[in-house]
């Protein structure tokens, strides 16, 4: 597609269930990365993928986050059992050269967990 | 360690100037960027600095400098339309060249 895709824009679940995050990148983009944002907060790195195969994944906050990567393109961020701490938008940007070039960001999932 | 400062918040008039500053500590400098967030949207690329100086891009321009770990994006006849988060990133060697992002500045443009 033109632009990052990220579904749903919306989610609201309740304490315990799981979760899953989709993320369609720009074609032919080779990085993907997850970041998650707190209200009134800044950009907080979960993981970064490089093809299907994620180098760094420094970020995730605990064994509940995962997230894969398949076909060089669709990925998905799956938080299990979660938390009322997990609530924020989940921010998805892809780039072409890998950690070289500017990020071009989808519009988000709102998470909230109540 | 890592570290990204801007202000939280700022206000400035239709048709004015306003300066954003940002400072920064890393421990491998490789590029500083500016990004655009209205409220709800996402990020979208504004700039990029890697050399000292001003970089000029319409009404945005945006200057480093990297002795001083300082950068600031420089925003011209203000439009009611710029009322957004400004977020500033710095991208680090010392992190396997990520992204370190600063906490944003909001501008609220007042008529």
């Known amino acids: 597609g033109a632009g990052v895709s990220q579904s749903p824009s919306n989610k609201v679940t309740e304490k315990g269930k799981d979760v899953e995050l989709r993320c369609d990148p720009i074609s032919g983009h080779t990085a993907l990365y997850w970041y998650r944002q707190r209200l009134g907060q800044g950009l907080e790195f979960l993981i970064y993928?490089?093809?299907?195969?994620?180098?760094?994944k420094s970020g995730l906050p605990s064994d509940r986050f995962s997230a894969e990567r398949t076909g060089e393109s669709v990925s998905t961020l799956t938080i299990q059992r979660t938390q009322q701490e997990d609530s924020a938008v989940y921010l998805c940007?892809?780039?072409?050269?890998?950690?070289?070039?500017?990020?071009?960001f989808g519009s988000g999932t709102q998470l909230s967990v109540l | 360690g890592q570290n990204i400062d801007q202000p939280t918040e700022m206000t400035a008039t239709e048709g004015a100037i306003v300066q954003i500053n940002c400072t920064y500590q890393t421990s491998g400098f490789n590029g500083l960027f500016w990004y655009q967030q209205h409220a709800g949207e996402a990020p979208t690329f504004l700039s990029y600095n890697v050399l000292d100086g001003l970089e000029e891009k319409g009404r945005f321009s945006s200057f480093l400098s990297r002795s001083k770990g300082y950068s600031y994006l420089l925003l011209k006849e203000l439009q009611m339309k710029d009322s957004a988060s400004y977020l500033c990133a710095v991208r680090d060697r010392g992190s396997n060249y990520q992204l370190i992002w600063g906490a944003g500045t909001k501008l609220i443009i007042k008529p």
């Open positions: 940007a892809s780039s072409g050269l890998g950690t070289q070039e500017k990020l071009f």
């Open positions: 993928f490089q093809g299907n195969s994620a180098p760094d």
